[in-house]
């Protein structure tokens, strides 16, 4: 926070406030320890925090990469004569 402060940044401004490099290097095991405490991760939805439940198993509350893979790579919705793509050829 010295860096944002010596920068012209108000103290004030930063409460409830976390550094996003160190919440994405503890998404991934790499987050930095203060005290005893690890750094917490961040969720990066964007817009669509409700739509995450797709990648849960149901009960769960955590979702892997792995899951989200296998979501993407899942049984596809069959084509429809009016999609961009289609079988036919």
Do not use: H, W
Not at 16 to 23: L, M, V
Not at 61 to 84: E, F, H, K
């Amino acid at each position: 926070m010295s860096v944002y402060v010596s920068k012209g940044g108000e103290i004030e401004d930063t409460v409830g406030r976390k550094c996003i490099c160190n919440a994405l290097l503890a998404n991934i095991g790499l987050g930095q320890l203060r005290g005893r405490d690890a750094e917490p991760g961040i969720v990066t939805s964007g817009d669509d925090l409700t739509g995450l439940g797709r990648f849960m198993a149901p009960g769960t509350n955590r979702y892997s990469a792995a899951d989200v893979i296998a979501r993407m790579l899942g049984p596809a919705a069959p084509a429809t004569p009016d999609s961009p793509v289609s079988a036919a050829t």
